[in-house]
């Protein structure tokens, strides 16, 4: 069974109104994609390919319900009632993961005023998961690694994990749904036709939000893998973070496998800022192995860094009213344990609640 993403999504861009179209077709062109000053292109759809999406229990999932638009002005914003953000961080001292720290030992920054903590855990919480797999012509024989690699860091994982398998070529396709059974989501990564260009920053798009939409854990995750540089979305790369940070969106773990001679310095150059913008945005890594032997000792390191962050959660002290991306910083300082190096998601976007929704509420 097998799903190009269909959900769509409504933001706006700094100074753009996005078009909002009620059915959209996959990326087929190549070529760059307009700035992000310019009109959204149209997001990535989701059609059915084959037989209906099924759940764990055998029967048929239904479609999932398009997420309330509203028009302000003349563009179009998607609103949900998020009040805390929430915030996974993982704390390293050198390479070292640091797992002893104490909410007090936190200081959390948003747009350079101290925030204050409400929230903090420190166990290793259920995650969904979502594995996004280049499937493009150049990964055939790359495949069977990587798809050991990637059940391995599943196996590696909390067993209440729920994970879903995407591969991507010049389109993006679910090839196993939400699932915590290792041998689904063998077979949906057993889903090989390696062939067309590389999609990659719908891919993410898409799979951010079937994240946010679909996802019942309460961290979310992207493991994306691929051998090259897009060259065949609609979205470029800065539209693709502005979206994942817009959803309050997933931490990505990119694996780039640029070694070998299929591509030029230059284009080396270009996939590897890419991934490593993707996931330092996102509070994630960026790894790049140097041979397809290394990939699961790094889906091993993926494994045991989402098992053992820290969750902090605050309320804003700005108003969600005041509109535009917040930076946020986060610094950790304990006696005894030297410099400490806090890796979360640089910020966000605020989701403000719509009087509509408001009243709804008090209901």
Known sequence: MRLCNNAIFAALLAGAALTLTAQQTPATQN???????????????????????????????????????????????????????????????????????TKDD????????????????????????????????????????????????????????????????????????????????????????????????????????????????????????????????????????????????PVIYSIGLLFGDEMSRAEVRHARRALEMLSTETGGMAFFPKSIEEVDQIAAEVARDVRSQYTLGYRSTKPTSVPGFRRVEVTAEAKGMGKLTVRTRTGYFPVVKTAKKAAEGKK
């Open 106 to 249: 936190f200081q959390v920054l948003e747009d350079g005023v101290k925030q204050t903590l409400i929230s903090f855990q420190h166990t290793d919480l259920p995650v969904s998961i979502g594995l996004v797999i280049d499937n493009s012509g150049s990964m055939y024989k790359k495949r069977p690694s990587v798809n050991k690699s990637a059940l391995d860091l599943i196996l590696a994982s909390n067993p209440q994990d729920e994970a879903f398998v995407v591969n991507f070529s010049d389109e993006a396709f679910i090839d196993s749904e939400f699932t915590s059974e290792p041998n689904k989501l063998k077979d949906g990564l057993a889903h090989i036709d390696s062939r067309g260009g590389t999609a990659l920053y719908d891919a993410v798009v898409a799979s951010a939000d079937k994240l946010v939409e679909d996802g019942k854990r309460p961290k979310q995750v992207l493991v994306l893998i691929t051998d090259g540089e897009d060259n065949a979305s609609t979205l470029n790369l800065e539209q693709t973070i502005h979206r994942v940070q817009e959803l309050s969106g």
């Open 31 to 101: 070529g760059g994609a307009p700035a992000a000053s310019q009109a959204q292109p149209a997001t990535p759809s989701l059609t059915v390919d084959r037989d209906p999406v099924r759940s764990p229990e055998g029967e048929a999932a239904p479609a999932t319900p398009p997420a309330p638009v509203n028009k302000e002005g003349s563009g179009y914003v998607l609103r949900t009632d998020v009040e805390e953000v929430v915030l996974n961080a993982t704390v390293l001292s050198g390479s070292q993961l640091v797992e002893n720290l």
